[in-house]
């Protein structure tokens, strides 16, 4: 476990089972590219062991995963003014020295986009352990596992259509996992998805009280890992190729596209050229999101 600053990485049950989990609980496992480039290394290591059947992505502390971190770019400069601004979010590398839109676009393919589509089509089976609210890029994260099992207190919510004027995220899988109508909702208003009602849409799979999430999910895992891998492994490719047939891969390198329209209207209308409106800035400062609720316009419930 000691290779890695970011995570933790265990091997479980004679290593069938390997256990990832953020490690950034002071900031509720928010995700900088650091990490991301940790959680790559993790899952490819984790789908090179053929010892290794399921792999558990999970968060320690109260939150799996609270998004993308958007103070870590401004504090890496903070630390290194030498630097360019894309650079200091994406390091080194894969584009981010490049001119105009191509340093953001080539970062966020690499990082935000092509892992996570990556991630989703590993040669294991994946189960993604969630607590805690759920934003934005942590719903990529347990989008692209293959199962999802979800503590009681449980939330979804992708605000940057309510706060940041974007259209959604990177990897936009949000009308294959809620539904057309209820991503449009969602994404309208910022409001969060229970995990109740997320179980009966078919995302979640399991709901365990938060304190018994871990033990559950293991024994959810040894379940599963006791299916033949070839087995495993062609019930996985055979759904995935279904949705990629129902146009689930185009239709995501459509969105990445207007994505990046998206933010090119914001660098052209801001001061700074910052890729999100310039009033919307204050993000730190919103109150909680609210829960989607049947029987008002506006919940008056605010989830922390
Ligand atoms: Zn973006």
Redesign the pocket.
């Given at each position: 476990m000691a290779e890695y600053e970011f995570l933790t990485y265990e091997s479980l049950d004679e290593g069938r089972i390997v256990r990832i989990m953020l490690n950034r609980p002071e900031a509720r496992n928010a995700q900088h590219v650091p990490l991301l480039k940790e959680l790559d290394d993790a899952f490819l290591r984790a789908e090179a062991d053929d010892e290794v059947r399921v792999v558990i992505l999970g968060g320690h502390g109260r939150t799996f995963s609270a998004g993308h971190d958007m103070a870590a770019g401004a504090a890496a400069q903070a630390a290194d003014p030498g630097i360019s601004p894309w650079e200091a979010v994406f390091g080194a590398g894969n584009g981010s020295s490049r001119q105009g839109r191509e340093a953001h676009y080539l970062g966020?393919w690499h990082y935000?986009f092509t892992n996570t589509l990556r991630w989703r089509n590993l040669r294991k089976i994946t189960i993604a352990q969630v607590q805690g609210t759920v934003y934005a890029a942590g719903l990529m994260l347990m989008w692209a596992c293959d199962l999802i099992v979800g503590a009681d207190n449980a939330n979804f919510v992708d605000v940057v259509g309510a706060r940041l004027g974007?259209c959604g995220l990177?990897y936009f899988g949000h009308p294959w996992e809620f539904g057309p109508r209820k991503a449009k909702e969602l994404l309208l208003t910022g409001d969060a998805l229970g995990v109740d009602e997320a179980y009966q849409l078919g995302m979640v799979s399991k709901v365990f009280p938060a304190a018994d999430l871990e033990d559950k999910t293991l024994e959810f895992a040894r379940r599963i890992a006791r299916l033949p891998t070839v087995t495993a492994l062609l019930i996985k490719e055979s759904v995935n190729q279904t949705q990629d047939n129902m146009g689930f891969y185009n239709a995501l390198q459509a969105c990445f596209s207007l994505?990046h329209v998206n933010?090119a209207h914001w660098a052209e209308l801001t001061a700074s050229g910052q890729?999100y409106p310039a009033e919307l800035g204050a993000w730190r400062e919103s109150p909680g999101v609210r829960p989607s609720v049947k029987d008002q316009a506006s919940a008056d419930a605010v989830i922390r």
């Open positions: 966020e935000f974007m990177e994505h933010h890729p």
